[in-house]
């Protein structure tokens, strides 16, 4: 499965279950370990389960698996899909690890098509 397939499938995975504030940032000119973060948030530690959890099943019903997962009982969930690494956090720990500044100097993607409009 192609990279940007595999960041449409988990935006809109996110999205769908209405994740807070998505961003895909693209890190792979300044890291080894991926080419793309997806950094989402969720209302709560369920939420940010059953975020975790739609990525998982809407990729495995497109044919990918997760390489690994860390954190289910933790409001830090990170999903790795080789080229693509999935953050799924609760505000609180958002807002404490910041990956989003730590990776400030990756480039942003628009994932703006990947979102529902309001009021589709």
């Known amino acids: 499965m192609k990279t940007n397939e595999i960041l449409k499938i988990a935006v809109e995975a996110l999205d769908s279950k209405k994740a807070a504030d998505i961003q ?4 792979g000119d300044l890291t080894i ?5 997806i950094i989402a948030n969720g209302t709560s530690s369920t939420h940010v389960r059953s ?5 998982e099943f809407k990729l495995s019903q497109a044919g990918l698996e997760p390489h690994h ?3 289910k009982a ?11 690494i999935v953050h799924v956090f609760t505000a609180d720990a958002r807002e404490f690890y910041s990956l989003d500044k730590q990776w400030q100097d990756g480039k ?9 409009q309001q009021g589709e």
């Open 24 to 27: 895909a940032i693209e890190v």
């Open 33 to 37: 370990l991926t080419e793309y973060f």
């Open 51 to 55: 975020l975790a959890e739609e990525v």
């Open 69 to 71: 997962i860390e954190g």
């Open 74 to 84: 933790t409001g830090w969930i990170l999903l790795d899909y080789d080229t693509v």
């Open 108 to 116: 942003i993607i628009d994932i703006s098509e990947f979102i529902a």
